[in-house]
């Protein structure tokens, strides 16, 4: 494989304890993913000039957390992009859907969670629908998005709703478009920055998908046990979630996407593995769409927003700031001393040696 900006294989770096320590981001049980992607945000917010935040973990004890926003930082709205989005943010959390889950403290303070980077994705395509479009054109060829009618964050179709899946799954993201015959479309999103699908589950999923996973002709063994375990229950839940629209007749057509960076070797194992469950889709289906995040910031800066997108590879994707420390950290932990060099000896005796 080809080395990637000179990292070997273009694999991630497994990132020295000192260096870790060095920036407050050294957590014991980290991926190395999710180590990489910690380090790059207090990377990113100490470039900002954003002061560091308290962790408090389950016993009471606080400690500081360069993944983690001060207060005041929290308070002004600084997890997020720009002033725009922070007040979209806000918006959203006072109009937001009866018993959604928006876990605020993770939302405003906390830089690695999905959740800010929800909105900071998808912010620009709520401000600007023919954006939203493009975007959407670009990302899934195979659908006729005319017109992006609508960009919802932490949206269900019916919470506990027994015609769809009858409990509180809801998407990330859900976008309402038009195709160019007036039909309804819906994609629905879960977004996964630094998460390795093991985040806590349903003790058991309703007795909804017993009836829902066969009818929907998604799966080769709707019945499997993998599907409503991790590193597979809310990807089952949330596609079938999708389909349940589809099938109640709220849409025309519908896709759910699965978008996460193309590192996180965890989620895109777990993707590939629900795949391989998957049967070839038709129109009455709702499509699955694995999408890497680096895609859809390539799709933002293609459609015209260069600079939501730099700013979005800046702070979540540049892995060229990690490899830069820690090529500086090993260059460090190399020097002070000099090579002793042995006294030279006569060919001859070296040949004889041999």
């Known amino acids: 494989m080809v080395p990637v900006h000179g990292r ?13 320590k060095k920036h407050h981001v050294h957590e014991k049980y980290d991926t190395r993913f999710r180590s990489c992607a910690r380090l790059l945000q207090s990377l990113w917010r100490e470039r900002q000039g954003l002061p560091i935040g308290v962790h408090r973990d389950r016993e009471g004890r606080k400690r500081r957390l360069g993944s983690m926003l001060s207060t005041q930082a929290t308070d002004t709205g600084r997890n997020f992009m720009n002033p725009a989005v922070a007040h979209l943010v806000r918006r959203e959390v006072a109009y937001q859907e009866a018993g959604a889950l928006i876990d605020r403290q993770r939302l405003y303070g906390n830089l690695l969670s999905s959740m800010p980077l929800a909105f900071n994705a998808f912010a620009p395509l709520a401000f600007d629908k023919a954006l939203a479009a493009k975007v959407m054109r670009s ?14 964050f932490e949206h269900s179709p019916g919470r506990r709703d027994p015609a769809l899946t009858g409990d509180r799954s809801a998407f990330d993201v859900a976008l309402f478009y ?18 390795g699908m093991t985040e806590p589950a349903p003790s058991a999923l309703n007795e909804r998908y017993e009836v829902l996973a066969p009818a929907s ?13 991790n590193p ?17 007749g709220d849409v025309a057509e519908a896709t759910f996407v699965f978008l996460a960076p193309r590192h996180n070797h965890l989620v ?9 469950f998957l049967t070839p889709c038709d129109d009455t289906q709702a499509r699955f769409a694995n999408v890497h995040l680096e895609q859809f910031v390539d799709a933002l800066g293609w459609a015209g927003a260069g600079d939501e997108a730099l700013s979005l590879h800046d702070r979540y994707l ?16 190399g020097q002070g001393w000099d090579p002793i060099v042995p006294a030279s000896r006569p060919l001859r005796l070296i040949g004889q040696a041999a």
Not at 318 to 333: C, H, I, K, P, Y
């Open 8 to 20: 070997p294989g273009g694999q991630l770096p497994i990132i020295p304890v000192a260096l870790l």
């Open 139 to 152: 990302l899934l060829p195979d659908r006729d998005i005319a017109i992006v009618r609508q960009v919802r």
């Open 178 to 195: 038009e195709r160019s015959d007036g039909g309804p479309g819906f994609v629905g999103i879960e977004v996964k920055y630094s998460e």
């Open 217 to 229: 002709g998604l799966f080769k063994e709707p019945l499997h046990a993998a599907l409503r375990v």
């Open 232 to 248: 597979l229950q809310q990807v089952f839940r949330e596609h079938l979630l999708a389909q349940a629209m589809l099938m109640r």
């Open 268 to 276: 895109q194992q777990a993707a590939s593995l629900y795949t391989s």
């Open 318 to 333: 540049d892995w060229r700031q990690v490899d830069q420390v820690v090529e500086d950290a090993l260059l460090r932990s």
